[in-house]
C-alpha cells in the first residue's frame, strides 16, 4: 500500500525554469527528532487537468520503522515553472503529517488560514518531459519542522527530490 506526502501549493511563477537535462526519477527523505528515520521516495510530476500548473506527488512506497503514517499530499505549482522558493508565507494551503509509531502526530503546514510549524519547497530546475507533453521532471527540495499537536516535541523532514 503507497502513503502520500501530501502538500497542496499554488503560487506563481515570474521567470521561465531553465530547461534540465532528464533528471533522475529518485527520491530520498529522512526525519530527525522523534522519530529518526531516512526513506525512499518517488516523485510524479503531471499538468494539472483544466489549469495552468503543475501537480507534484510524492509517493513513500513503504512507510519507514516507528512512522505509523503519512497523511497523502499533493503539491500544485502553477506555471510557466522558475526555480524559486515557496514558503507558508507564499502557499495557499499546504500540509506534512507524521504519526509517530507511539501514535503522537506532527505536523506543518497552512490550511484554512491556519499555520502550524514550518514548511519550505524549493524548485531547482525543472523541464517537460521528451516522452510526454503532459509530464515534468523537476529537481528540489522540501524541507519542514513539524510540531506534536500536543505542543511537545518536533519532527524535521528533509526530502530532496
Known amino acids: 500500500m503507497c502513503t502520500l506526502l501530501a502538500l497542496l501549493v499554488a503560487a506563481a511563477g515570474s521567470d ?53 503514517s503519512m497523511a497523502p499530499a499533493t503539491f500544485e505549482i502553477a506555471l510557466p515553472l522558475a526555480p524559486k522558493t515557496y514558503t507558508l508565507e507564499t502557499l495557499t494551503q499546504a500540509s506534512l503529517s507524521v504519526v509517530a509509531g507511539d501514535g503522537k502526530m506532527f505536523m506543518a503546514g497552512k490550511t484554512l488560514g491556519m499555520k502550524m510549524g514550518t514548511l519550505k519547497l524549493t524548485l531547482t530546475r525543472g523541464a517537460v518531459s521528451p516522452t510526454n507533453p503532459q509530464a515534468y521532471r523537476l529537481a528540489g527540495t522540501i524541507s519542514a519542522v513539524a510540531t506534536s499537536m500536543e505542543g511537545r516535541g518536533k519532527i524535521k523532514a528533509l526530502i530532496t527530490f
Open 16 to 68: 521561465p525554469m531553465p530547461a534540465a537535462a532528464p533528471l533522475a526519477s529518485g527520491c530520498t527523505g529522512t526525519l530527525a527528532g522523534a522519530v529518526n528515520v531516512k526513506f525512499a521516495c518517488t516523485v510524479d510530476a503531471t499538468k494539472a487537468v483544466g489549469k495552468e500548473a503543475v501537480l507534484l506527488i510524492i509517493a513513500v512506497p513503504q512507510l519507514p520503522e516507528g512512522v505509523m
